[in-house]
């Protein structure tokens, strides 16, 4: 086993929020710049720039996984993973589906690129992706499973979209194997109020400016012989999923 460095929680410029900077290949020079070695591509409601992404991590000798920030009908959001880019992007096309699309105000949220190889950009989403989709927080884990996906509740430490901040409380359905922590100082006070002994506790940055991006911090021991970054993937999943 080994210690691998991990955000798994980052936004491209494709998400509204987020700098017109944190370009897949900006984001994934910083993840080599800090010592990260696993980076997961988060875009609200969206996996389109991964490909890109994966495409700037191999360059980096960075570990790249496909990814989303959902957002529920109850406006919760939620990290949702994938082992493939494959099924990261057939997942995003069933979410397009049920997205709620209103046009984007460039003025007010920002371009949202859509970018290729080399950072080269292919076009822009016309339609906010920040905001509500149709599905509901009980819908998402079997819709992510049927993908081959874990999800788990993102910055729950947060008031903004945080699952304990729109609903009072962690429920107890739908059942998560992970939560997600933003801040490391609330960690301890979480898990004891929340009885979170039993579930796997990431923590991210939510970087939406290159400069959030930190330095490496939080990792997990994975094995990884003989070594290929999809082992280290598949592995990495296990401990999202909880398999012992």
């Known amino acids: 086993m080994n210690k691998y460095y991990y955000d798994l929680h980052v936004h491209s410029c494709l998400s509204p929020c987020a700098d017109d900077d944190n370009t897949p290949y900006n984001l994934a020079g910083m993840a080599a710049l800090t010592g990260t070695n696993i980076m997961a591509l988060t875009d609200h409601n969206t996996c389109k720039n991964c490909p890109a992404f994966f495409s700037a991590a191999k360059s980096y000798g960075v570990i790249p996984v496909a990814g989303m920030e959902l957002t529920t009908a109850e406006e919760i959001h939620v990290v949702c993973l994938f082992e493939e880019l494959e099924s990261a992007l057939a997942f995003s096309d069933e979410v397009d589906g049920r997205r709620i699309k209103i046009e984007n105000r ?12 080399e950072d080269a950009v292919l076009g822009e989403e016309p339609h906010l992706l920040s905001n509500a989709t149709t599905i509901s927080l009980e819908e998402v884990p079997a819709m992510v499973k049927r993908y081959g996906g874990v999800c788990y509740p993102a910055h729950i430490d947060r008031d903004s979209n945080g699952i304990i901040a729109v609903l009072g409380t962690l429920p107890e359905t739908p059942v998560f194997s992970a939560v997600e922590i933003r801040d490391p100082e609330k960690v301890e006070e979480l898990t004891e109020r929340f009885s979170l002994q039993e579930k796997t506790v990431v923590i991210s940055s939510d970087a939406h400016y290159l400069q959030d991006v930190r330095d490496k911090q939080n990792y997990f021991l994975l094995e990884d012989e003989p070594y290929s970054s999809a082992l280290v993937r598949r592995e990495l999943f296990k401990v999202l999923r909880g398999v012992k």
């Open 106 to 117: 460039v003025d007010i949220f920002g371009r949202q690129l859509i970018l290729g190889e």
